[in-house]
């Protein structure tokens, strides 16, 4: 079986809906995969935008939300899911508005790309704190079996 990742909220490469960016609740859509390989011992989300501030001149990537250590048994994030609601073992790292959780679209001009990363890793990687994108990006470096990706796309209605 294939190591895929969709949402009930928005088809790949399709619309994400304002319910989850900041024009609506900011909610985290729901999130579910299958086919994470025998060998996982844990998985890694990164969500992110490569087309910050302005997709016709990007200049960097915006974490939106990490999250690691998600146990390889868990096949699910319910929508608007907390800290407290995470599958059990799951571990935050810091977006790039410093703080932990989910932090939807909020793109200042035109419409961006947002990446839903699921990485199968081959070990745990046991407290790292809170880590930027590129620190667990380095803890994760060697140790990803398979990856799942989803993009959607958003652009501000003004």
């Known amino acids: 079986m294939t190591f895929s990742l969709q949402s009930p909220a928005f088809q790949p490469q399709g619309s994400i809906p304002a319910r989850y960016t900041c024009d609506g609740n900011d909610l985290s859509p729901a999130l579910r995969w299958s086919g994470v390989p025998a060998g996982a011992k844990s998985l890694a989300l990164i969500v992110d935008d490569p087309d910050a501030p302005d997709p016709k001149a990007p200049k960097r990537v915006y974490a939106h939300w990490l999250l690691y250590d998600i146990p390889p048994s868990a096949s699910e994030l319910p929508e608007g899911v907390t800290a407290d609601a995470l599958p059990k073992g799951t571990r935050e790292g810091s977006n790039d508005w410093n703080r932990t959780g989910y932090g939807g679209p909020c793109p200042p001009i035109g419409r961006h790309r947002y990446f839903f990363k699921l990485f199968a890793l081959?070990?745990?990687?046991?407290?790292?704190?809170?880590?930027?994108?590129?620190?667990?990006?380095?803890?994760?470096?060697?140790?990803?079996?398979?990856?799942?990706?989803?993009?959607?796309?958003?652009?501000?209605?003004?």
């Open 122 to 158: 081959d070990r745990a990687l046991g407290d790292l704190g809170t880590p930027s994108k590129k620190e667990l990006e380095a803890a994760i470096s060697g140790h990803v079996i398979e990856k799942a990706e989803l993009m959607g796309t958003y652009e501000r209605s003004r």
